[in-house]
């Protein structure tokens, strides 16, 4: 367990420090750049075929309500609803004068809520245009009242994205958490990827959970970083932390 709050894979390297900052520059600095952070790209390319037709054709007769769950700064918001890649985030999170504004407007009509344990990374979200809404909450132990918010957010979101966040959360806050958005009344698509080959037993509880509560849609296989020093020590042979990207989507 991190001082975070979130269970984590000891042979993982962890970036506490980056994810409680002001800004997402020392994100980009030591993350983006440094490691090639390149997922992204994969994940808009996963969300463009699989859930961005319905989307623009939901959206045109209303507003759809998009909860990016763990997103810290939001960079998989910025890469699924906006529409940017890796290169683009790069360029919009070079400096702390060029990050205060999402350089690239929406796709579609949406209104967008974060949720997250840092409470800067979600500040900086929404006063950037990223986020509409945040809820700050330790998704393990939320308390009453922001379980209750949780619930309901959950409930009305038509596009729920959780990506690398998923298999650092106790199996019961998963369920709950999964329970929550399978309950909507309304159409809803989910964008969920998974690591390999950190935490894959937490991974496979995860899959487990998604598939008795959705329907599978479709994934796709790819990289997502280069691994840190630490972690190309614990799995010798091994250069990138690879990704696997699934869509899918409330059962009727």
Same mark, same amino acid.
């Given at each position: 367990?991190?001082?975070?709050?979130?269970?984590?894979?000891? %042979?993982?390297?962890?970036?506490?420090?980056?994810?409680?900052?002001?800004?997402?520059?020392?994100? %980009?600095? $030591?993350?983006?750049?440094?490691?090639?952070?390149?997922?992204?790209? *994969?994940?808009?390319?996963? *969300?463009?075929?699989?859930?961005?037709?319905?989307?623009?054709?939901?959206?045109?007769?209303?507003?759809?309500?998009?909860?990016?769950?763990?997103?810290? *700064?939001?960079?998989?918001?910025?890469?699924?609803?906006? /529409?940017?890649?890796?290169?683009?985030? +790069?360029?919009?999170?070079?400096?702390?004068?060029?990050?205060?504004?999402?350089?690239?407007? +929406?796709?579609?009509?949406?209104?967008?809520?974060?949720?997250?344990?840092?409470?800067?990374? =979600?500040?900086?979200?929404?006063?950037?245009?990223?986020?509409?809404?945040?809820?700050?909450?330790?998704?393990?132990?939320?308390?009453?009242?922001?379980?209750?918010?949780?619930? %309901?957010?959950?409930?009305?979101?038509?596009? =729920?994205?959780?990506?690398?966040?998923?298999?650092?959360?106790? !199996?019961?806050? &998963?369920?709950?958490?999964?329970?929550?958005?399978?309950? /909507?009344?309304? @159409?809803?698509? =989910?964008? &969920?990827?998974?690591?390999? !080959? *950190?935490?894959? @037993?937490?991974?496979?509880?995860?899959?487990?959970?998604?598939?008795? $509560?959705?329907?599978?849609?479709?994934?796709?296989?790819? +990289?997502? $970083? =280069?691994?840190?020093?630490?972690?190309?020590?614990?799995? !010798?042979? @091994?250069?990138?932390?690879?990704?696997?990207?699934?869509?899918?989507? +409330? $059962? %009727?």
């Amino acid at each position: 367990m991190s001082d975070s709050g979130v269970k984590t894979d000891e %042979k993982k390297q962890h970036f506490d420090d980056i994810y409680v900052a002001e800004t997402p520059v020392p994100f %980009k600095e $030591r993350i983006l750049d440094e490691l090639d952070y390149v997922s992204d790209n *994969f994940n808009r390319q996963t *969300f463009d075929r699989l859930i961005l037709p319905w989307a623009e054709k939901k959206a045109a007769s209303g507003t759809l309500n998009v909860v990016d769950l763990a997103g810290c *700064f939001g960079n998989t918001t910025m890469a699924t609803i906006n /529409g940017m890649d890796y290169d683009g985030i +790069r360029e919009n999170w070079k400096d702390a004068e060029t990050c205060k504004k999402v350089a690239q407007p +929406r796709r579609f009509n949406a209104s967008v809520t974060g949720i997250d344990i840092s409470a800067n990374a =979600l500040a900086y979200g929404q006063s950037a245009g990223i986020y509409d809404n945040t809820i700050q909450a330790d998704l393990n132990t939320p308390d009453a009242a922001t379980q209750a918010e949780l619930e %309901k957010t959950m409930k009305n979101a038509n596009i =729920l994205i959780s990506t690398a966040a998923l298999v650092y959360l106790e !199996p019961h806050a &998963v369920e709950r958490l999964m329970d929550e958005f399978a309950a /909507g009344d309304d @159409e809803g698509y =989910l964008l &969920v990827n998974f690591l390999n !080959p *950190f935490a894959l @037993e937490a991974a496979d509880a995860t899959k487990r959970i998604l598939l008795e $509560r959705f329907e599978f849609v479709g994934s796709m296989a790819s +990289r997502h $970083r =280069l691994m840190s020093e630490l972690e190309r020590s614990n799995y !010798p042979g @091994e250069e990138w932390a690879l990704l696997e990207i699934w869509a899918l989507k +409330r $059962r %009727k």
